[in-house]
Nanobody, 124 residues
């Protein structure tokens, strides 16, 4: 069983930055694809970014050039660096692990359960 704990959310002004962390325990983090998702009030959950075990990345169009996903397998931790934040980035952010996919950028099945999420609010 894997447990995921997100942290690093908060309130920031437009143009600001935040760094989210996703700490995994209970499983071999390094062999899975890690992904960040977000869900804004009244909207469906959307994939924000994902990174494979060997470092390939993908981003949703709205965050390209502003967000960077990374991972530290030795620390069983993934990160999402968010720069130039906009009000439309306001959402609850969650991380998840996926089985590696042979048809990247399509993601493999979800592995384990979601973390509790961390709230990001971008407001002046």
């Amino acid at each position: 069983q894997v447990q995921l704990v997100e942290s690093g959310g908060g309130m920031v002004q437009p143009g600001g930055s935040l760094r989210l962390s996703c700490a995994a325990s209970g499983s071999i983090f390094s062999i899975y694809t890690m992904a960040w998702y977000r869900q804004a009030p009244g909207k469906q959950r959307e994939l924000v970014a994902a990174i494979t075990s060997d470092g390939r990345t993908q981003y949703t169009d709205s965050v390209k050039g502003r967000f960077t996903i990374s991972r530290d397998n030795a620390m069983n931790t993934g990160y999402l660096q968010m720069n130039s934040l906009k009000s439309e980035d306001t959402a609850d952010y969650s991380c998840a692990l996926h089985w590696e996919s042979s048809i990247w950028p399509s993601l493999g099945p979800l592995f384990g359960s979601w973390g509790q999420g961390t709230q990001v609010t971008v407001s002046s």
